[in-house]
C-alpha cells in the first residue's frame, strides 16, 4: 500500500506554525519571508517506495541546502521539483538558475542550493535515491533547472497521477508505479545527461582541497568521514570526485606515501625511517614497507640510498635524483 501523510499549518497555532514547518522539513533549511504569524504551509505526501511524492504550499520562504547540513545528513538523493504556481529564484552551487511555472528544478541533495519565493508558492516534489535513478542513467550530475517542455510536463502529470490517485495495490504493483515513474524523469533528464564542464571543474576544485587536507594531516587519524566532514560535502559528493584516482583511501594512502618520498629525499632529515613513516600516518611498519615495494618497487632503505631500480633497469651514478623523485611522486598523486 501507499504511505500517505497529509498536514497543514492551519491545525496549529499562529505562534507554532513555522517552528512546526521548520522542524518538519529536515532537507533544507527555511527562513520565512513574511511575518511569522501570517505563515502558512500545507504538504501531502505519497510514498511509493523509494521514491516519494509530495504537493507543498507555502508562504514566501527562503530553503537552503548548506554544507553543514549536507556533510551531516549524507543524503544522496535527487529532489525534483516542478513549479505549478508563484514564481521562484533559484542559486544552485553559486549559479543564479531560471525556476518558472511549468520547469522543473533538479536538486542533486549532494549539492548547494538556495531557493527563494517571493509570493505563494505550490509545486510538487519527487524525491529519488540517486542509486535508483542511475540505475537507469548512470553517473548522473544533473544540479540545475530544465526549462518547460513536453518532457517536463509528461513527467509533472505522471507524478500528480500518482499522487492524486494515491494507488492502493500490492507490493509488485507498487514496484511497477515507481520504476514507470523512474523512467519518465529518466526520459525528462536524458538530454541533460552528459559530460558537463562545470562538474569537471567542480570535482577537480574538491580533488585540490581534499589533496591539501590530507597533506596538513598526514599524522592524523584519516578516512572518508574525516575528510568529507572537513571538506563540508556529502560523502557520496567525495567520493565521485575521487573516483578517478581510486577512491579517498587510496588517495590518503598514495598521499602519505608522497610524503615519506620527500623526507626521504631530504639530506637535512637524519631521522629514521620507522620516525618518518609514522610521522606521515603508517602505524603498521610492515603494512607500510608492502605498499611503498608495490608502489616504488623497491625498499623504503634502497630508495633513501638512491640504489634501487625503476622496473629492471638499475640508474647510474649520476643519474638526477630529485627529477627521479618527483617524476615517482607524480605517479603516486595521479594513479588511481
Request: charged letters at 25%.
Amino acid at each position: 500500500m501507499a504511505e500517505r501523510i497529509q498536514f497543514s499549518t492551519d491545525d496549529l497555532p499562529r505562534e507554532q506554525r513555522v517552528p512546526y514547518f521548520v522542524a518538519a522539513t529536515t532537507d533544507f533549511a527555511i527562513t520565512p519571508l513574511v511575518d511569522p504569524l501570517d505563515f502558512s504551509a500545507s504538504a501531502i505526501t505519497v510514498g511509493i517506495a523509494p521514491l516519494m511524492i509530495t504537493q507543498f504550499e507555502f508562504s514566501p520562504s527562503r530553503c537552503c541546502r548548506e554544507p553543514d547540513r549536507i556533510a551531516a545528513d549524507g543524503r544522496d538523493h535527487f529532489s525534483i521539483n516542478f513549479l505549478l504556481e508563484g514564481e521562484a529564484e533559484a542559486i544552485m552551487d553559486g549559479v543564479e538558475v531560471r525556476y518558472a511555472v511549468g520547469d522543473a528544478l533538479v536538486v542533486d541533495l549532494s549539492r548547494t542550493m538556495t531557493v527563494t519565493t517571493r509570493v505563494k508558492t505550490r509545486a510538487i516534489n519527487v524525491l529519488v535515491p540517486r542509486g535508483y535513478l542511475e540505475d537507469v542513467l548512470p553517473s548522473l550530475t544533473i544540479h540545475r533547472s530544465i526549462a518547460a517542455s513536453g518532457a517536463v510536463e509528461l513527467a509533472r502529470d505522471h507524478a500528480l497521477r500518482l499522487l492524486q490517485q494515491s494507488p492502493d495495490d500490492d507490493v509488485g504493483v507498487m514496484a511497477l508505479h515507481a520504476r514507470a515513474l523512474r523512467d519518465t524523469l529518466a526520459a525528462m533528464l536524458t538530454p541533460l545527461h552528459r559530460d558537463d564542464p562545470l562538474e569537471r571543474r567542480r570535482n577537480s576544485s574538491l580533488l585540490a582541497r581534499a589533496v591539501r587536507y590530507i597533506d596538513a594531516h598526514l599524522n592524523a587519524e584519516l578516512d572518508g568521514l574525516a575528510v568529507h566532514t572537513a571538506l563540508g560535502v556529502s560523502r557520496s559528493v567525495l567520493y565521485r570526485a575521487l573516483r578517478p584516482v581510486g577512491g579517498i583511501e587510496s588517495l590518503i594512502l598514495r598521499r602519505r606515501l608522497a610524503g615519506v618520498c620527500r623526507l626521504l629525499v631530504d639530506g637535512s632529515d637524519v631521522r629514521t625511517i620507522t620516525s618518518i613513516a609514522q610521522d606521515c600516518g603508517f602505524t603498521n611498519m610492515s603494512q607500510f614497507n608492502r605498499q611503498f615495494r608495490r608502489i616504488f618497487g623497491t625498499t623504503p632503505g634502497k630508495f633513501r640510498a638512491g640504489a634501487f631500480t625503476n622496473g629492471e633497469r638499475k640508474p647510474n651514478a649520476g643519474e638526477d635524483w630529485q627529477d627521479r623523485y618527483k617524476a615517482l611522486v607524480q605517479s603516486i598523486d595521479l594513479a588511481g
